[in-house]
């Protein structure tokens, strides 16, 4: 089992930048493949990003590729999402979740990650 904790979250100017971390306790953290998902009002959660267990494999949804990078240290059990080109409709809750280590890599569907953070939120102001 593993627990995660986001941080960085926080109000930004659209074209500014923020780095969210994802902490993870538990153990085995680098057999975790982690993902960002993020939630608007009114609107269902959303992939963002996905890192596989050693960080070889990426993915992005398309909204973001090209202006946030997804990276992860095994060894601080950290996983960050930097967001570079904020825009509006970047404003969301941010979660961060662990897919179980029988998966090697990330999923789009929040149905594929077995342990979720509380969020941060991430406010962009136009």
């Known amino acids: 089992q593993v627990q995660l904790v986001e941080s960085g979250g926080g109000l930004v100017q659209a074209g500014g930048s923020l780095r969210l971390s994802c902490a993870a306790s538990?153990?085995?953290?680098?057999?975790?493949?982690i993902g960002w998902f993020r939630q608007a009002p009114g609107k269902e959660r959303e992939f963002v990003a996905g890192?596989?267990?050693?960080?070889?494999?990426?993915y992005y949804a398309d909204s973001v590729k090209g202006r946030f990078t997804i990276s992860r240290d095994n060894a601080k059990n950290t996983v960050y999402l930097q967001m570079n080109s904020l825009k509006p409709e970047d404003t969301a809750d941010y979660y961060c979740?662990?897919?179980?280590?029988?998966?090697?890599?990330?999923?789009?569907?929040?149905?594929?990650?077995?342990?979720w953070g509380q969020g941060t939120q991430v406010t962009v102001s136009s």
């Open positions: 979740a662990a897919r179980g280590s029988s998966y090697p890599l990330p999923s789009t569907s929040t149905s594929g990650y077995d342990y």
């Open positions: 538990g153990r085995a953290f680098s057999s975790y493949v």
């Open positions: 890192i596989s267990w050693g960080g070889g494999n990426r």
